[in-house]
Structure formats: C-alpha cells, structure tokens
C-alpha cells in the first residue's frame, strides 16, 4: 500500500438519491447517485494530502447510492484517467506486476479500493463483462472473452462469488451483467460548448470547461484542435470550474486515447 494519500471517507450525501437530478452532471459529471464522489476523488489526486473527501466502502446497510458512488470513481478513473479502453486487461498487468504504486492513479487505486480488499470484486466483474470502451461512442459489448492463463482462470474461479446473483446478496456485490449500471452511467459523448483550451507554451495548454458534464470528449474535440506536432505530445491541463484540477492529459499515438501519467502504464489497458 501507499501512505501518498491522506484521506477523509464519506458517505453519500443527504439528499442523493437516485431520482435526484438537481446536482447532475453540471457539477458531478452524471447523476449524485452515481457522481456524488467524483468532486472529492479528483480533488484527492490534485492535493493527496488534504483529506479530501472520498467514497468509504458501502456496508451491507448503506444505501444503494453508496455502492453506485463507491464504483463509478473507480470505472470512471480508469477510463478517462489512465485511458483504459479495456480496463479488465489494465488491471490484469498492474496485479502480474506486483501492483506498483509509482503513478498517482496507480497509487490512489492501492490507497481506496485495494486497501478496502474490493478491487478483486471489480476486476473479476470485469473479467465477465468482456466491455471495450472508446472515446465518442458507446460501450462495445465482446462476444469473446479473452483466453486467460492457467493461474487466472483459478483466480476467477476463487472470485466467482462476485457473480453470485441470488436473491440474499446484499447490494454491494457485483452479479451477472452491468449490476450498478456503470456503464450506462458514463458520460455522454457529446463535448460541450462551453470550453476554451490555450496554448501558454510550446507543447503546453490549458483547458477550463464550465461544468463538468462531458469533459472527457470536450478534451477530445478540442485536444484535436492544437496544431500536430512531429512525433511529440501536446501536455493539456484540465480543469473543471466545479470540482477543479482533472490532471495533464496527453494523447497516445497508439491508442487515440487521451491520458494522464505514463505512457507505459496506459499502453496495457489498451492491447
């Protein structure tokens, strides 16, 4: 584990709820229930030790929206964070190399959800739902999974309580198919309107979005503005007026994909 953060664990809100649409996704990104956590989570990433608020794991009496709140960060930084199209093969090299903590991502992941003893429940989901992601378009359903060795196939089966789909299971579980409706939760892939990116210095920009609905694709679109460069990388930071600093995104050449971090450590969730 990693003693790089200093957190405060919370519960939702009062107030969140599932049919709540008054803090969507101008501020959070997506509906509370699944978005109530997204502020504290990047504020976490951009100020490690400030005890920001962050999604406590839910507890068999905790309501539903404790669970959706607890998973979206964790889908949601894979994808748009470390630019993970298939987040199931990511996670599978960060367990094969020992799960290195020398990324922030990497390290905030190893602080929240490992040290909670939850990410095997997410990865195993993972593993089962054979899910691609792209930037701009829907999830894509796999009709194959991938052939895993030897030593994953007893991992998944020593983890295949996480399917257990039985009336009794209480609802921080993972069953069978898309069970806290992650991937209908993420953001839409329409950029928004209202967003400027500027250049400050060679191979350096800025980009301020107004809200925080869509964010991901208004990078995209406006990432694809700025003028190419010869075989290097424009550096974009981004900030979201209501939750703040999101990370320096660049863009792989090999995947398409707008990421923050290393790109050793995108590659792998997108081979």
């Not at 894979?78 to 799960?99: A, E, M, N, Q, V």
């Not at 922030?104 to 989901?125: H, I, K, N, S």
């Amino acid at each position: 584990m990693t003693d790089q953060y200093l957190l405060r664990r919370v519960e939702p809100p009062r107030g969140t709820g599932l049919s709540d649409h008054a803090m969507r996704e101008t501020a959070l990104g997506g509906q509370s229930g699944w978005s109530w956590g997204m502020p504290g989570v990047y504020q976490a990433l951009a100020a490690p030790r400030s005890y920001c608020p962050v999604p406590a794991k839910p507890r068999n009496e905790s309501p539903h929206e404790a669970s959706l709140g607890y998973w979206a960060p964790l889908h949601h930084l894979l994808i748009y964070r470390l630019g993970w199209s298939r987040p199931d093969r990511g996670l599978r090299w960060w367990y094969d190399s020992g799960k290195p903590t020398n990324d922030a991502t990497l390290a905030f992941l190893a602080e929240v959800w490992d040290r909670d003893r939850a990410l095997d429940r997410y990865l195993a989901w993972s593993l089962k739902a054979n899910v691609e992601f792209h930037t701009n378009s829907s999830p894509i359903y796999l009709n194959r999974p991938d052939a895993l060795s030897r030593d994953w196939e007893s991992w998944l089966a020593q983890n295949s309580q996480v399917y257990d789909s039985s009336s009794n299971v209480d609802h921080q579980f993972f069953t069978e198919g898309d069970t806290f409706h992650l991937n209908r939760h993420l953001q839409s892939t329409d950029p928004s309107s209202e967003a400027t990116i500027t250049v400050t210095k060679d191979r350096r920009a800025v980009l301020v979005a107004a809200d925080a609905e869509n964010w991901y694709a208004t990078l995209g679109a406006l990432g694809a503005t700025l003028e190419p460069l010869n075989n290097q990388s424009w550096y974009v930071d981004v900030f979201v007026k209501p939750i703040g600093f999101m990370g320096t995104f660049r863009q792989s050449r090999s995947s398409g994909n707008w990421f923050s971090g290393q790109h050793r450590i995108h590659s792998p969730g997108n081979r």
